[in-house]
């Protein structure tokens, strides 16, 4: 069976993960987390970084930094992962849902001005398969309006919107390294602070509440209570593991790309037949080769392909369920929402199989497999 992702181990992690146990001190904010830190910032000019346990705390920690309260609104889009709305649901904001593009299942711009209210105080976009959102038109409705831009940038380590990486375009960004990402520690994330005036408050909430830093900086001498926050960083022991995949990401990128062109080459004929639809890159983006995905005509297409597929030995799965629909929000919601957008990718988007180690000629059997498909109906 071809899996459709298998983590992939750079060889480094073992040694690393020793060096954190020699250090003396694991339990977190050491040697490994100030070198993965430094790391954003010499690559991706990311300059205030907070390791999490994963992209889900980072947003909480967002969450807890926007002063979300149940009288505000939260703008997101409808076709993403749940977490993008945990974080401020748990806060009591009413989630507000907000189509995808007609050629993405990015957020759509004109859609998201019409949804703002008084009450609105942050907006939560992605980007999805590490492809940009246009951030001039996103951040300049923002500002007009004076609310918070959080990237869920789960997806989008060292992807750039036109010449700077993205994360560093909203207030704040949240990063993923769990294992289904390119650069994993197993679970992992990190938060990045672009408004310089929340770092100061960040510190406490990451740690607990505390005022921790301030004493091991000789500030103060013994650490108290002075904030809402929770357990957010990760050990030593996860930073290390992080860091030894950081020091293989250029070799990560480049095996995904040869994957992902692939793909894209040898599915190109069955978009010139209208038989699929396949990622457009804008201008102002660039690819991280995070996902390759195909949208099909409609849901049982889409699902005899899965089926066709696994008959044949490959795993290639469907992705979310649009957020407006789950059980959770048709419970809570009196407010019915039409997202044709969302529901569209929700039933016709299908992920291949895209890891480091899946070679070549298994891309040109899943390629063959799905013109076959094509070909027989
Ligand atoms: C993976 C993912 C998350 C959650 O990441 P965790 O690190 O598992 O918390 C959030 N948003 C999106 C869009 C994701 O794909």
Redesign the pocket.
Known sequence: MIPFNKPYLTGQEYELIEKAFSKGKFSGNGYFTDKCHRFFKDHFGLSNCFLTN????A?EMASLLCNITKEDEVIIPSY??V??ATPFALRGARIVFCDSEPTSPNIDVLQLEQLITPKTKAIVI?HYAGLACDMDAIMEIANRHEIFVIE?A??SIASLYKDKFLGTYGHFA?F???E??NISSG???MLVINDQSMINRAEKIWIKGTNQLDMQRGIIDKYEWVDLGSNFYPSEITAALLFAQLQKIEFIQKKRKTIWNTYYEQLHHLEIKEKISLPIIKDYQSNNYHIFYILCTSISERNNLIDFLKQNNVLAVFHYSALHSSPYIQEKSTNKFELPNADRYSETLLRLPLFVELELNLVTKITSLISSFYESI
């Open positions: 994963s992209a889900t705390s947003l993403t992962f977490s993008t992605v869920d789960a997806h949240a993923s390294f769990h289904t990402k679970q992992g994330g």
